[in-house]
């Protein structure tokens, strides 16, 4: 099994370089499908979710050809509705674009139900469905597929979202570029990932308009042609590297990022006793006092990203006094309490409420990454905490992150990835 190893309790230092933004190149790639044309997709993190969305493709009949590290050319002139692997789209929570996009294009879609981060609850597709039932699909679901069919085509109307949806604001996008009509999404999500993705189906000669508020307009247009973009930088790798500065202490530039993104998260490190510079794509956060106590809600953007939820718990581990964290978003999001107690954290879960006693000395453990954010949260833990922690299952980090033992090592961090055979293996049962 792959591993972290950390020698923790050491200040973090220089400049960390922000890679693509992972929830913008997912419907950006699966956005492809709509497109008859070459495709050339710059700052593209190079992250496991990105790799299966590619094979995906490539599965289906894209031409997909990696470029660099980097950037990537998707041609999906010859690729197949209703084709796609059902073993991958399983492992996906992104892989539900496939439903708007194949709908979009072909006015059917036939793919698995996704997977994704496991939070502990229910991530329901509901909306996803509601929004497609409105533009006039029949929809269906069994023995875990999704089948969506319109014969006649979409025709543009007004989606009202009973909640706001990041996934089901942006699978009505896709399913509706094409529709006959003018579709108006009510309720939309505003996340930075929504806007990029409305660029870059206008740039490809979409016609949507509001994305970044809470209604979008779809004009149905007959065609797309392929172009050039680059994914905007990444919020929640650069807000968890700026967690883990308010953890470790030191100073760190966050560069290629996009300071009006992070508004929330810097508010609230501010307020926990970080100070944080800003200027045109980057920013500095310091931290040379204690922390201090906090309380946070998380929610939809503008407001404090979930994605966060677990990182900022562990600041708030290390800052005297009883702070609190609602989880405004997700059913519950608490998988990683667990594991914080293992360093001896003061944690309980009341309801949606975690309440954190911080302050207390914690000592280093082998930890679990339960999920991707909870995985980035279990790294920064073992960077504050002196002494050698372990970090397993660190293949659920990677689904989202590009190279942060190679990020954190350049700030001064004394971390490897590495490899431990697992107890199966030990006692000869590994076949
Ligand atoms: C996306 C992000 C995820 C982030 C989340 C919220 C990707 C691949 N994932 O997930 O990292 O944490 O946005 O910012 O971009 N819901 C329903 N029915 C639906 C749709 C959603 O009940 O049809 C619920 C969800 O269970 C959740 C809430 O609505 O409680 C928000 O979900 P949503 O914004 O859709 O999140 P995802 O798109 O799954």
Redesign the pocket.
């Known amino acids: 099994m792959d591993i972290i190893e950390i020698e923790g309790g050491r200040e973090l230092n220089g400049t960390v370089e922000i890679s693509g933004m992972?929830?913008a190149a997912?419907?950006i790639i699966f956005a492809c499908i709509l497109i008859k044309d070459r495709c050339v997709i710059e700052n593209l993190p190079s992250a496991i979710?990105v790799a299966n969305s590619l094979e995906i493709l490539s599965k289906m009949g894209a031409h997909v050809r990696m470029i660099n590290r980097n950037t990537v050319e998707i041609d999906c002139t010859n690729l197949e509705g209703g084709s796609s692997p059902y073993e991958l789209v399983s492992k996906?929570?992104?892989s539900?674009y496939l439903y708007g996009a194949e709908l979009g294009r072909f006015k059917r879609a036939y793919a698995g139900l996704p997977g994704?981060?496991d939070f502990g609850?229910?991530?329901?597709?509901?909306?996803?469905?509601?929004g497609f039932e409105a533009l006039g699909a029949k929809v269906s679901t069994e023995n875990g597929y999704l089948e969506a069919e319109a014969p006649n085509g979409l025709r543009g109307t007004q989606v009202f979202f009973d909640?706001?949806?990041?996934?089901?604001?942006?699978n009505i996008i896709l399913a509706s570029v094409f529709a006959k009509g003018v579709t108006v999404i009510d309720n939309a999500?505003r996340?930075p990932?929504v806007v990029d993705l409305a660029n870059f189906l206008n740039t490809c000669g979409a016609n949507i308009t509001g994305a970044g508020t809470d209604t979008i307009k779809i004009k149905g247009v007959t065609s797309l042609h392929g172009c050039n973009y680059a994914i905007i930088p990444d919020m929640?790798e650069a807000g968890t590297y700026m967690s883990a500065v308010a953890a470790t202490g030191g100073r760190v530039c966050i560069s290629n990022t996009i300071p009006k993104h992070l508004e929330s998260i810097s508010a609230k490190l501010e307020e926990i006793g970080c100070e944080i510079e800003e200027f045109d794509d980057s920013l500095i956060v310091s931290r040379t006092g204690p922390l201090r106590k906090a309380n946070i809600k998380t929610l939809?953007?503008p407001g404090f990203?979930?994605?966060m939820h677990p990182q900022t718990a562990v600041v708030l581990c290390m800052a005297e006094g009883v702070s609190f964290i609602t989880e405004g978003?997700?059913?519950t999001r608490f998988r990683y309490v667990d594991e914080l107690r293992k360093l001896g954290a003061k944690i309980e879960v009341h309801g949606k409420t975690a309440v954190i006693e911080g302050g207390h000395p914690l000592t280093a453990a082998t930890m679990k990454a339960v999920d991707?954010?909870a995985g980035a949260a279990m790294v920064i833990a073992g960077l504050a905490v002196p002494g050698q922690s372990v970090i397993t299952d660190i293949h659920l980090i990677e689904r989202g992150f590009e190279d942060i033992v190679g990020k954190l090592q350049k700030l001064g961090a004394v971390i490897r990835r590495s490899y431990r055979p697992d107890e199966d293996f030990i006692q000869g049962k590994a076949n």
């Open positions: 992972k929830n997912l419907p979710d996906l929570r992104a539900s994704g981060c609850g229910t991530r329901p597709i509901d909306q996803h469905i509601k909640f706001i949806t990041v996934g089901a604001t942006i999500a996340e990932h929640i939809p953007y990203p979930t994605d978003v997700f059913e991707l954010r």
